[in-house]
């Protein structure tokens, strides 16, 4: 599949994901941004999935995707 096809796949999944949230395609963003996330799961993939599911009002399902990376970087800074 196009996750396993090189380093820069991730930048252009969440690249998609922004343009079909841009388009109103917000499940197709959502679809993206989660290939987008796991190819590679930082805090940028997470973002553009997060914003994609605000959108269509799940906001639920964005803080359990947001908190363990705001737990990590809180944590981060913290020892720091």
């Given at each position: ?16 994901a922004?343009?079909?949230?841009q ?58």
């Amino acid at each position: 599949g196009l996750a396993r096809e090189g380093p820069g796949v991730p930048l252009a999944l969440r690249h998609l994901a922004f343009l079909r949230r841009q388009a109103g395609d917000l499940e197709g963003a959502v679809e993206a941004g989660r290939r987008a996330f796991a190819a590679d799961p930082g805090a940028a993939s997470a973002t553009e999935l997060g914003r994609a599911l605000n959108d269509l009002g799940r906001p639920r399902e964005t803080a359990s995707l947001l908190a363990p990376l705001a737990a990590a970087t809180a944590l981060r800074i913290a020892l720091s």
